[in-house]
């Protein structure tokens, strides 16, 4: 699941980035390089009144201007 963004979450020294795929599940998210980064990601479908969420998660180290490809299988 998400971080819940509120104030404690805005005033703390972990910086989050978040993204959107498009409608061919890709997505992009710019970053600083030389850091590694906790890749987190989440499916949700409603097969009824309540959400199910699938997530998944793994890292990825940034070298500076490297590119780096993630693949999440649902």
């Known amino acids: 699941m998400p971080p819940t963004i509120d104030a ?8 989050y980035y978040a993204v959107s795929s498009n409608a061919q599940g890709m997505y ?6 030389g ?12 097969p009824n009144d309540t959400p199910t969420v699938t ?13 780096v490809v993630k693949d999440f299988s649902w």
Do not use: C, D, K
Not at 8 to 15: E, F, L
Not at 28 to 33: A, D, K
Not at 35 to 46: E, G, S
């Open 8 to 15: 404690a979450a805005r005033a703390g020294s972990v910086i």
């Open 28 to 33: 992009t998210l710019p970053v600083r390089g």
């Open 35 to 46: 850091y590694t980064y906790n890749v987190y990601a989440w499916y949700t479908t409603w």
């Open 55 to 67: 997530p998944r998660q793994t890292t990825a180290t940034v070298a500076a201007g490297e590119t």
